[in-house]
């Protein structure tokens, strides 16, 4: 993967889909390959909630470049955007493709063009359109062979990072913890709970207060520290946020990524992610996958050290999805989304604390 970050920073410019032609292309890319834009057009794509997506339909001189990409930008919602400041998401997204995408052995989009404006909070990115694989459904959850595969990946990821104080001094990690294992965000989830209770009472299911009574409980404590040592997280790692091909996971949407514990990314994505299907989840099943995958890879991992953590941070996905809910404006399908998230991570909870 090759980024190619000199002098991109006034570059990112704060504007829009409509901005986007075949010069502002051309202005973008021809580091990235030796030939020209001829033509360009964007289609909006109603994908994510965090920023603004389109896909790029290109016509090139020689026809060297790939016929399409995926374009990102800074949110149009001021709420949004003011949200992306506070957890400085674009900043985090850009300075992962830029750092750290090309040294992991993980199956990410390839990145033509990366810029993070801190004045203005702006950013873009251009990505390879992944055309031959399949959107994860936050909605209708993951599969079995789905989890397994993206368990994988997980392993991947968390192996080749384990311990590695050198991305801990990267500048987009310093200073900040992912949502999932940050103390402050399970108070601001708590904070806000109640509102998110009142608005999606309709499609909360019956486990909701008792999860949020936990929270509170262990609130003061929450993101103590691991026993697993601190990796690379995802911070996100969620069917939505995933690709699949047979047998293979591919990971999108960077944009919560942080240095934390290992396990906080497995328990969340069992937490918020797993189909319903009507039977109890089998954590040792999946948790066995997850550490057999880190031992091929070379670490090392205590299995019981593992089911602490494990236990430990499951309530990421109730204070993502109370968190998540209100940093972004209203819409159904968001709405829909944080209540599957929230109902499924308050029953992974409750059935954590009968085990």
């Known amino acids: 993967m090759i980024c190619d970050w000199s002098a991109m920073e006034s570059t990112a410019s704060k504007s829009g889909l409509h901005d986007v032609t075949a010069r502002w292309c051309q202005a973008r890319l021809q580091a990235r390959f030796d030939d020209v834009v001829l033509t360009a057009t964007v289609t909006p794509l109603q994908t994510g909630r965090f920023g603004t997506t389109g896909r790029l339909n290109l016509t090139w001189a020689r026809g060297d470049g790939p016929p399409s990409m995926i374009v990102k930008m800074a949110s149009a ?115 806000w709970s109640r509102h998110f209770v009142a608005r999606l009472s309709g499609s909360l299911c019956g486990d909701i207060p008792r999860a949020l009574d936990l929270l509170s409980a262990v609130a003061p404590s929450y993101g103590g520290e691991s026993q697993t040592g601190l990796a690379l997280l995802h911070g996100d790692f969620r069917s939505d946020n995933l690709m699949f091909r047979p047998g293979q996971a591919l990971i999108l949407d960077w944009q919560t990524a942080g240095v934390g514990a290992a396990l906080a990314d497995v328990t969340y994505f069992i937490g918020t992610s797993l189909a319903d299907t009507g039977k109890p989840v089998s954590h040792d099943q999946y948790l066995s996958h997850y550490v057999g995958e880190l031992r091929a890879r070379g670490a090392e991992l205590d299995s019981g050290e593992c089911w602490r953590d494990y236990r430990a941070y499951a309530f990421g996905g109730l204070i993502m999805a109370i968190v998540g809910w209100v940093m972004v404006d209203r819409a159904p399908r968001s709405d829909a989304m944080f209540a599957a998230m929230a109902n499924r991570a308050a029953s992974h909870v409750l059935g954590l604390c009968r085990e």
């Open 77 to 191: 919602s001021p709420r949004t955007m003011r949200a992306a400041r506070l957890f400085r998401t674009y900043e985090v997204e850009a300075g992962f493709y830029r750092d750290v995408a090309g040294r992991v052995d993980v199956s990410v989009a390839d990145c033509y063009f990366a810029a993070y404006e801190p004045e203005t909070g702006s950013y873009c990115l251009l990505l390879e359109d992944i055309t031959d694989a399949s959107h994860g459904d936050q909605l209708a959850g993951s599969s079995e062979e789905h989890a397994l595969a993206a368990l994988t990946q997980l392993a991947s990821l968390h192996a080749n990072t384990l311990g590695d104080d050198a991305i801990c001094q990267l500048p987009w990690v310093r200073g900040r913890s992912p949502v999932i294992t940050s103390r402050e965000a399970a108070a601001m989830a708590l904070r």
